[in-house]
């Protein structure tokens, strides 16, 4: 678009076929005092800026422009000068809203605001990562949505962010958005007492100036790096190139983004996975299909998803389980780390799953991930797979729930070493309040509900110690017991058991969780320790006659 004008023509309009077709009209109907003289600004911009690029060059060609203008009478030689500009600021006016279409204005608006977004955030963006500052994007689009507001009342042309300008601020060192305050009080000024100095500014000059801070920004080294790294992205690239060329900015930003999300949506319905085994003499889970040493753990099957969980990947999810589970399989783990959300078709066929395996009696857990996923099991209806003891927070803590404590049987006779294994700090940790989030203690006077009321049916007083989740960790447990402690007039009714003994098992069990920790953890002691103070404040406030033989029966205990 910008050639023309330095060859003495008028700016290239349309796109590249356009472009070139009025390049080469252009080329035809050379004014060469206009081309050297472009040709000449442009070398002497791209020197400086290599030998002194601090220094303003562009001020100085640009007031050197207008000395040859007057002194050497550049325009009856042909060089196109700026039109004559009349001083005074605009004045303001409310638009004739009745002179188009509002269909019209409502689609160009879209296109504006497409373009306006474009340049602003993945260009100026791009300034920033390089630079090392930060932009806020809503406050981006924000500022120039007041600023288009404005400009609509005084006949403006609609504002965005430019890259020549940038560039040129990038160059130079501008630092903050005074350098903008500065820019726009200086139109302002020439606007009222200058502006019979930009009749003599030569067209070609200011070319070369807006070329110059143009070549800056290019970024074709980009294309050699994506071509080596990633050929993906360089065909998203390419992509994204030949539309602006071909099609124009607002069709090739379209194109850009569409591919973008194309291979988003690609990759993570063929997503990274794989299923986990134990290398014999170590601990860590670990990819099968990397060594022919890795086994897996005997009748388990654990699958690592590495993608979050929507309708374009749940088949090969569901498909990979399928062909996963053999006749001997007990018991399917899930390493869920990398999910980080599910959608409603996804949910659907999780559901699916689970009731499938729970038909065959294979156990069925879902493991490792964040505990905001576990809000979303609760809003798309899965909850009670949560309830149910489906969803842990480690995947230790589901082979503790199947019963397998480390070393773990893996296939081929092999055996872990047992002096390597280091049980897992996190699984100390409350996993009642990763699932359950703030309904934690609602959820635990729910199922400790569920159990009294088997009580009634079966008088089974073992079975009132474990809840729908087995195996539970040691705070979780010491919570459950303090809540089902709360209890201890209606379990003792209920069952017909002598009160102290009732009491005395509460307190022998705490007891044992105490000195599992002191030994497998005593960094969690003190922390262990803290917790169960405020447990019983909580239930001395709540039930102090509970609370006072707790206490009675810890004295004796400690006699």
Known sequence: MQLPKMMGGSSGVGELFELASHLIHTCREVHWLSLVLG???LFILLLSKKLIPKFPMAVVVMAAGAILSVTCGLKEKGVALLANVTAGLPTFSFPNLGAVEHSDIIGMSMTVAIVIMAETLLAENNFAHKNGYRLEDNQEILAFSMGNLAAAFTGCCPINGSVSRTTMGEQYGAKSQLTGIVAGLLMIAVLLWGSGFIQYLPVPVLTAIVVSALMGAMEFHLAGKLWRVNRTEFYIFMGAFLSVLFLGTIYGVIVGIILSFVNVIVKSADPPRCFLGILPGHTDLVDISKYKHIYPIENIVIYRFSSSLFFANIEVFQKDIEESIKEDTKALIIDASAIGSIDVTAAERLQIIYRNLKKKNIKFYITEHIAALNDQFRKLGLGYMIEEGAVRRTISTALMDLGLQPP????????TDHSLVRKRVEDTMQEFVWAF??????MIEKQIHDQIERLKETKDMD????GSWHQMASMDED????????????????????????????????????????????????????RRQALDEHLKQHHPEVYKKVVQLRNNLTV
């Not at 773990?408 to 055996?415: A, E, F, T, V």
């Not at 079975?463 to 474990?466: A, D, G, K, P």
């Not at 089902?484 to 705490?510: P, Y």
């Open 408 to 415: 773990y049987p893996i296939k081929g006779n092999h055996r």
């Open 437 to 442: 989030g703030v309904d934690a203690e609602d």
């Open 479 to 530: 919570e459950w017991l303090e809540h089902l402690e709360a209890h201890l007039t209606e379990i003792v009714r209920i069952s017909g058991a002598d009160e102290d003994q009732v009491a005395n098992r509460f307190e022998k069990r705490r007891q044992e969780l105490w000195e599992r920790l002191k030994k497998e953890h005593p960094e969690l002691a003190e922390n262990f320790e803290k």
């Open 463 to 466: 079975s009132l110690f474990h």
């Open 39 to 41: 040709l000449s600004t």
